[in-house]
């Protein structure tokens, strides 16, 4: 019986969960004609791929798309640099204020990204005022940001992580 009920919330969760992406789907294989009728939101009377087409050919997507496989390959290479070493020395060697720093590797990560913006933002415009350096929109400084955000996350998750491997390995 329990496990009845543990199936029957299961499936109301997937379809809870899966709706909106399944409907967003549909709506992507229809025509403007089609989207703008107010016929079933449900049924395709004439499936088409000129969507995706316009998308993939356009430039200025292609570019936006670049830009973030090139931002997030750069983080992600940078946040393992910085993460592995630091996660593996703080699990594994023993040094004065190892803990320490550990904890506050915890406490950092524990900051939401939030309360960043605006002291983000009024340090990028003092950059801008004092060095004449601008900053903002720019995808270059989203490399320099974002390892910020993303290195104490992964250093502790690895810190878990380096620590259930046997020392012997």
């Known amino acids: 019986r329990a496990m009845i009920w543990s199936y029957v919330f299961l499936?109301?969760?997937?379809?809870?969960?899966?709706?909106?992406?399944?409907?967003?789907?549909?709506?992507s294989l229809k025509t403007n004609a089609e989207i703008s009728a107010a016929v079933s939101p449900w049924w395709i009377f004439s499936p088409t791929l000129e969507h995706y087409v316009e998308l993939l050919t356009s430039p200025i997507y292609l570019t936006f798309f670049r830009n973030s496989a090139l931002v997030s390959v750069f983080v992600v290479?940078?946040?393992?640099?910085?993460?592995?070493?630091?996660?593996?020395?703080?699990?594994?060697?023993?040094?004065?204020?190892?803990a320490t720093l550990a904890t506050g590797v915890f406490l950092t990560y524990?900051?939401?990204?939030?309360?960043?913006?605006?002291?983000?933002?009024?340090?990028?415009?003092?950059?801008?005022?004092?060095?004449?350096?601008?900053?903002?929109?720019?995808?270059?400084?989203l490399m320099i940001l974002y390892p910020t955000l993303t290195v104490p996350f992964a250093t502790w998750i690895m810190i878990g992580y380096f620590a259930s491997i046997p020392k012997e390995l």
């Open 77 to 98: 290479v940078i946040t393992m640099l910085i993460s592995v070493p630091a996660a593996f020395a703080l699990s594994r060697m023993r040094f004065w204020g190892s």
């Open 110 to 141: 524990l900051i939401p990204e939030t309360l960043l913006f605006i002291p983000l933002f009024k340090m990028f415009a003092w950059v801008n005022e004092t060095f004449d350096i601008q900053l903002m929109n720019h995808w270059w400084t």
């Open 11 to 27: 499936f109301i969760f997937v379809i809870f969960f899966l709706t909106p992406p399944f409907y967003m789907l549909i709506t």
